[in-house]
């Protein structure tokens, strides 16, 4: 896990930073630390944190959503206690933010704070197979986007390389040196790729770096 108390993923519509996000916390709850995970995903009404609530709450992670979470009103309203995110440095905190810079205007409110804390890290949730992603142009165009609106600077890269059920370990390792290209052109870090628990084992042979994850169930409310 890194060593940082606020992890922030963005990336781009279908990037999987939502999946990254909570299976992040959920694995920062395994370890027995406290943990809250924020959804800041006010423009996208697909899959939210919210359709993750029964798995996170099971684990002991706290889910601070939109009050309209589970409703059909797709408003860009915030939950008072996302302030706790950094007011609250005895927790922590991974934020799961909507995608690319529409997205990260949910961040206004909270930049100066956690850039002022310095404890955080901010991680680019890319997909190469994903259109918007596919080539490093692309990717670079992403950040730019996101950088500029959110105000806060990218500090790793996140191989989320996938493609459902279909995905197999040539795919992850595509991803993984697709990053690393990335980020030796944006001078930043690949952290860790997202692999399914299913394929760690083969993966831990070639990938130094990983997350296990396993899919969220859509609809999975309290």
């Known amino acids: 896990m890194l060593n940082k108390r ?32 924020y959804d800041l995903d006010i423009v996208n009404p697909y899959f939210r944190t919210v359709d993750a609530s029964k798995t996170l709450e099971e684990a002991g992670v706290e889910l601070v959503v939109s009050p309209y979470a589970e409703t059909n009103v797709d408003i860009p309203a915030m939950n008072a206690a996302s302030y706790k995110m950094v007011d609250d440095k005895t927790r922590y905190a991974v934020l799961d933010i909507g995608g690319d810079e529409r997205g990260a205007l949910a961040l206004g ?5 956690i850039n002022a804390e310095n404890n955080f890290e901010c991680l680019l949730v890319v997909n190469p197979f994903r259109p918007e992603t596919r080539d490093i142009e692309g990717a670079v165009a992403v950040k730019n986007e996101i950088e500029t609106v959110s105000r806060i600077k990218f500090t790793g890269i996140v191989n989320n390389a996938n493609l459902g059920a279909e995905t197999t370990i040539d795919d992850i390792l595509y991803g993984k040196r697709f990053c690393e290209k990335l980020g030796e052109r944006l001078n930043i870090p690949v952290k860790f790729s997202a692999v399914t628990k299913s394929l760690c084992e083969k993966a831990k042979e070639k990938i130094d770096k990983i997350l296990p994850v396993e899919p969220i169930k859509y609809g999975d409310w309290l």
Do not use: D, Q, W
Not at 11 to 36: D, I, M, Q, R
Not at 109 to 113: L, S
């Open 6 to 37: 606020v992890v922030l993923f963005m990336g781009h519509y279908g990037s999987g930073k939502t999946f990254c996000a909570v299976n992040y916390a959920l694995a920062l709850a395994e370890k027995g630390l406290p943990v809250s995970i």
């Open 109 to 113: 409110r909270f930049y100066e704070k």
